[in-house]
């Protein structure tokens, strides 16, 4: 079973990294962009058999630091 | 305009972020889990005005690496 795994910034977490892809693309050129925030995409290819409670313990416990960061789970 | 932009590794690129979270899921006592990649999600908050070749040619020349990886936008 194959599950993508979206991990965001809370909104108002400070975001360095979108900060920069955003000074980035000023610099490049590209007029418009408004804001700029970057998160991890984590592909999984896991048993069949794992359920979704241990899906949510991976998130929670390794893939997604929830003091800072959502989580969203789509099974692909 | 609010776009995501998902930047993923090209099959036999090497990915050592996504053995790392592969081990350490096995360490945590997940059991069949069989392959782990990681990519990265850029959220884009774009004029509306913003044309798909102008957000085609940011993927290109900043958000991804496209020796390496392919890249997949979705406005959201």
Redesign the interface.
Known sequence: MKLNV???LKPGVLDPQ?KA?HH??GS?G??????????????????D??SDA?ID??CR???ANTVIENYRVEKA
Chains 1, 2 share one sequence.
């Open positions: 979206y991990v965001t979108g892809i980035a693309l490049l590209f007029q418009g962009v408004e804001d700029v925030r970057q998160g991890k995409l984590i592909q999984l290819d896991v048993a058999s794992t241990d313990s991976m416990q390794l893939l």
